[in-house]
């Protein structure tokens, strides 16, 4: 998940729209979601169908979505990202939100459909709120995801691991998230 810069103090990230099964980059800081206390009880049954959704929204991005272009390739690469051909990037106006009402909550109750987040990472597809395409920091932050989306194997082993993160540390202090951040960058493509 992504905020916009006016609203970012940290950085990109993901917040427990993992929780609805993503990484999500960039949450301001004063925006940004503690450990929900609800989730860790809620993980078992959330998880699956979260990854559920995760994954049908990546194969819509992977059908729909552009190639990255030269520049983003580079940019894919310099952050980590093993396969950036197979990266898709779809520009959006909103982001989608899970249909089944317990995974829709938990989108909503972590920020997924605040009008700041700019950026979602499902494997090696992206989507970028209309406006940001254009971002390298945001997109630097989001190919970090798909380069952590890598190396644990896939949506549902990232996805497992991520979502136990965020209940346990919040979006902040969630291991992949500080990586992220730790990894973008502040030129234009």
């Known amino acids: 998940m992504n ?9 990109l990230g993901a917040r427990i729209v993992a929780a609805v099964g993503l990484g999500i980059a960039g949450v301001a800081a004063a925006n940004a979601a503690p450990a929900d206390s609800k989730l ?3 993980l078992p049954a959330l998880a699956p169908r979260a ?15 552009t190639a990255l272009t030269a520049a983003q390739q580079q940019l ?3 952050v980590g990202v093993q396969h950036p051909e197979q990266v898709r990037l779809a520009i ?3 982001f989608p939100l899970p249909q089944e009402a317990e995974v829709r909550a938990a989108a909503m109750r972590i920020g997924l459909a605040r009008p700041t987040i700019a950026g979602l990472t499902l494997g ?6 209309r406006g940001f395409e254009n971002d390298a920091r945001l997109l630097s932050h989001e190919f970090r995801h798909v380069s952590q989306y890598e190396a644990r194997g896939g949506i549902a082993p990232f996805l497992g691991q991520h979502l136990k993160d965020l209940a346990r540390f919040g979006y ?4 992949f998230e500080r990586d992220a951040r730790a990894h973008e960058v502040d030129n234009h493509l």
Do not use: K, L
């Not at 990854?51 to 979505?65: C, K, L, N, P, Y």
């Open 3 to 11: 905020t916009n810069r006016e609203g970012r103090s940290a950085g």
């Open 40 to 42: 860790p009880e809620e």
């Open 51 to 65: 990854i559920a959704w995760a994954e049908q929204q990546s194969a819509v991005v992977a059908r729909t979505g």
């Open 76 to 78: 894919a690469r310099s």
């Open 92 to 94: 959006v106006d909103r």
């Open 124 to 129: 090696h597809s992206v989507m970028v709120r």
């Open 172 to 175: 902040e202090n969630s291991p």
